[in-house]
């Protein structure tokens, strides 16, 4: 408990320098924004966990409560920013993020429509990956089967990703927050790179030790 009081305090404060940095007056756009940024910054943190531990030889277990935590507010931004950002571009119009008209029915194929689909997928996504994030979950699920679907934050990643850079090109996106977006990206990037790089070598080096 106390270390979600601490990360409720980052998330907040996260949120409200987002929203400072956001040119006024439009109050949704600014809270979607935010929201977006704070979500990036904590999903960045939570994947990174992993991979700095193997760095430090320090045990890396499947799930363990640290990563899971910052993963659980990264979720939880995430599905706020997505509820917000949904009325921010066409109030009242909430179909037309997704089709263009409905009858006859014509999808979205736009980069604005492309960016939207990408973040409905990882909105839907995040809500998967915050359903498992207990111990009961991982109980009644089994490790293997709990590992399974917890690799879909790797997807959810992918999806944010793109989803993100989607609409830094439709809303043209000012440079501080490209470098913030670029920064975050990268980070998760090397430090997820790295991982599966080492284990790859350790699983190779035990497949050679397991034919001596």
């Known amino acids: 408990m106390r270390r979600h009081v601490i990360l409720a305090g980052v998330a907040a404060a996260t949120v409200w320098l987002a929203y400072l940095a956001t040119p006024p007056p439009d109050v949704r756009h600014r ?33 363990f409560d640290l990563r899971r935590d910052w993963g659980i507010w ?9 509820a917000v950002g949904l009325t921010v ?17 014509a999808i979205q194929n736009t980069t604005f429509g492309f960016a939207n689909y990408t973040g409905l997928v990882a909105a839907l996504l995040f809500l998967l990956l915050l359903a498992i994030s207990n111990d009961l979950s ?7 089967r709990w590992k ?26 000012r440079l501080p927050w490209l470098i913030v977006f670029g920064i975050l990206s990268v980070t998760a990037l090397v430090f997820q790179t790295n991982e599966l790089v080492r284990t790859r070598r350790a699983a190779r080096a ?7």
Do not use: C, D
């Open 31 to 63: 809270i979607s924004l935010s929201t977006a940024y704070a979500a990036m910054l904590f999903l960045a943190v939570s994947l990174s966990i992993g991979p700095w531990n193997i760095l430090r030889r320090k045990p890396n277990p499947v799930s």
């Open 74 to 82: 990264a979720g939880m931004l995430a599905i706020v920013h997505t």
């Open 89 to 105: 571009h066409l109030r009242g119009r909430m179909w037309t993020y997704f089709f263009k008209r409905l009858h006859p029915l």
């Open 138 to 144: 991982l109980r009644s699920l089994g490790m293997r």
């Open 148 to 173: 399974s679907l917890q690799r879909w934050t790797y997807v959810a990643f992918g999806l944010t990703l793109v989803h993100a850079i989607a609409f830094q090109i439709v809303e043209k996106r």
């Open 206 to 212: 035990a497949r050679r030790m397991a034919h001596v």
